[in-house]
DNA sequence: ACGATTATTGCGTTCTT
DNA sequence: AAGAAAACAATAATCGT
């Protein structure tokens, strides 16, 4: 093969960059055409304008291998395929039948070789879903790549023998999620996965054995800045709310406990203390939990 | 909307086969 | 060792104010 170094996106210099999060104010983080709050994990803009490859430069001399599309984690061949053409040759010309006889079975041959074997070709597969489930999540481009190549090392650990390429895939789309300290629950993810919510327990549960992820066990910080954000709360109420979460962790009453719930109570009594009034089913409702358990855990907050 | 009470669920432990 | 059962805590549902 050709040789071919991975491109690499450059951006126009004076392409604009907000340096401040609208939400908190703290700085954001811009890497891989996703711009994320480094404080709150607002995700800012996720799909900046690709100034991809410079396709016209076919009359200059072509030192830098600048052309073909970029390399991509997330297609089983890392983007890099060949066709064979139908009905031209490389000039343009059309074909004697008999050539285009042979093409035929060259074109069956070659697509026999792309897919080398059943597991390129249930990588493949697994690689699609795994960005149908991070498309439909909203997630930005880096984490699903992120959970591609956790799709990858799973399957080339032989993880997936026994399991649903479905199940694989939604897995490390949670996996992902945990490794990033994302306040994502299994139940959401199998809203759109195709598979239930056992088998992708027990897909999570092994990936998590065998390739050693570095997760942490899920915090109730972790859902305060999507609650904080559906909820549309101040700079100052998301500070207060955090404090109260870090204070009930070190008082020893989250154990036991879910962590949505936990920071709903938090945050709730953090807008209270702040002056504003929101009422616990709405809070509940958005953390996942109910108003009862929302209480039970204020109540035990206000012990300490 | 909130609080109190009751019902349900989930899970590790213990007992049995 | 595998399964059943009693027990417990957390959560959800319900009702009264």
Redesign the pocket.
């Known amino acids: 093969m050709a040789t071919r170094e991975i491109y690499t996106t450059t951006f126009d210099e004076d392409v604009q960059t907000t340096t401040e999060c609208p939400d908190c104010g703290s700085s954001v983080r811009t890497s891989t055409g996703e711009t994320i709050c480094e404080e709150c994990g607002l995700v800012l803009e996720d799909t900046h304008l690709d100034r991809g490859p410079d396709w016209n430069r076919y009359d200059e001399q072509r030192t830098e291998k600048r052309t073909g599309a970029p390399l991509t984690p997330t297609r089983h061949d890392r983007g890099l395929s060949t066709e064979i053409g139908r009905y031209q040759d490389g000039h343009g010309n059309s074909l004697s039948s008999r050539k285009r006889r042979q093409l035929n079975r060259l074109r069956r041959e070659q697509s026999r070789a792309r897919w080398q074997s059943e597991a390129n070709r249930n990588l493949g597969y697994g690689l699609g879903e795994v960005r149908r489930l991070s498309s439909s999540l909203g997630f930005g481009e880096r984490l699903r790549n992120q959970a591609c190549a956790l799709f990858r090392r799973a399957q080339s650990e032989n993880l997936c023998v026994g399991r649903s390429l479905e199940a694989v895939a939604a897995a490390s789309v949670y996996a992902a999620c945990r490794c990033n300290g994302l306040g994502r629950s299994r139940c959401e993810i199998v809203t759109v996965a195709r598979c239930e919510l056992a088998a992708l327990s027990n897909a999570y549960n092994v990936m998590n054995v065998e390739l050693e992820l570095p997760a942490q066990p899920v915090s109730a910080a972790d859902h305060l800045p999507k609650l904080a954000s559906e909820l549309e709360v101040s700079e100052r109420v998301r500070r207060r709310a955090l404090e109260f979460v870090q204070e009930a962790i070190d008082a020893g009453m989250t ?8 920071a709903a109570a938090c945050l709730y009594l953090a807008a209270e203390r702040c002056e504003l ?6 809070i ?1 409702t958005v953390a ?12 035990e907050l206000l012990e300490v």
């Open positions: 154990v036991g406990c879910r962590p949505a719930g936990v009034f929101l009422s616990q089913r709405e509940a996942g939990v109910s108003p009862s358990t929302l209480r039970s855990r204020r109540d």
